[in-house]
């Protein structure tokens, strides 16, 4: 079936580095695409989100890139913090009620 | 502004046990409803979703159920606990399936033993 994958599962990184999470996605139908953030013993975290008429969205800190060419997105993380540790997620829709949700990449941020 | 509470938080049961863990939101009215469940270093698995009172959809067949009693309450529950049924059990709504981000809860850690 179709599903949503993560390249690396995990990340080693220097704080105040930037930080790049990848996500490779395989339904064409998607429409809705979500990066969540998961600290230990918590529930996933909304972080940002991107449909698919944009190819950037911005946040605080984070930008989220999406190439539907080759069904690629990806989280950038600025200034990396040690705040910033946990696993994300990201999360495609394609319209239904099923949000499927990639195993998730750890973040770890060295001082 | 919205909220989504779980309890409990932990839940250490015994296999055989009946199970219910309960879900309520605040702040919406008519929320979509999901049930996940988390493994250890997993992702998430639907386990069930609801569109409204009474209204359950089940995407994984196994020995849980759910029930929408109230608009804004969603609870999941077993007659009989396996060992299997060990995880970190999530809650979450969405204003619209599909179309927008759902939010999820605090979570419930559940151990089997």
């Known amino acids: 079936g179709e599903s949503v994958g993560l390249h690396l599962p995990t990340l080693s990184v220097q704080e105040g580095d930037n930080s790049i999470i990848n996500c490779a996605y395989s339904?064409?139908?998607?429409?809705?695409f979500i990066w969540y953030k998961q600290e230990s013993g918590k529930g996933p975290q909304f972080i940002i989100d991107i449909r698919s008429n944009m190819d950037k969205r911005q946040g605080q800190r984070v930008t989220v890139l999406l190439n539907k060419t080759v069904k690629h997105l990806s989280l950038q993380i600025a200034a990396t913090q040690p705040g910033d540790s946990a696993v994300y997620f990201c999360a495609e829709s394609p319209l239904t009620h099923d949000m499927r949700f990639g195993a998730g990449t750890r973040l770890t941020v060295k001082p | 502004s919205q909220t989504i509470h779980q309890w409990p938080a932990t839940l250490v049961q015994p296999v055989g046990s009946p199970l219910s863990l309960e879900c309520t939101v605040e702040g919406t009215s008519n929320p979509n409803l999901y049930w996940y469940r988390q493994a250890a270093g997993r992702g998430l698995q639907l386990l069930f979703y609801s569109v409204g009172i009474g209204q359950i959809s089940s995407e994984v067949p196994q020995n849980l159920s759910a029930s929408r009693p109230q608009d804004r309450q969603f609870i999941l529950s077993s007659k009989k606990l396996l060992l299997s049924d060990s995880g970190f059990y999530l809650c979450a709504w969405s204003v619209r399936p599909g179309v927008e981000t759902q939010y999820f809860g605090p979570g419930t850690r559940l151990l089997v033993l």
């Open positions: 339904n064409s139908a998607s429409d809705y």
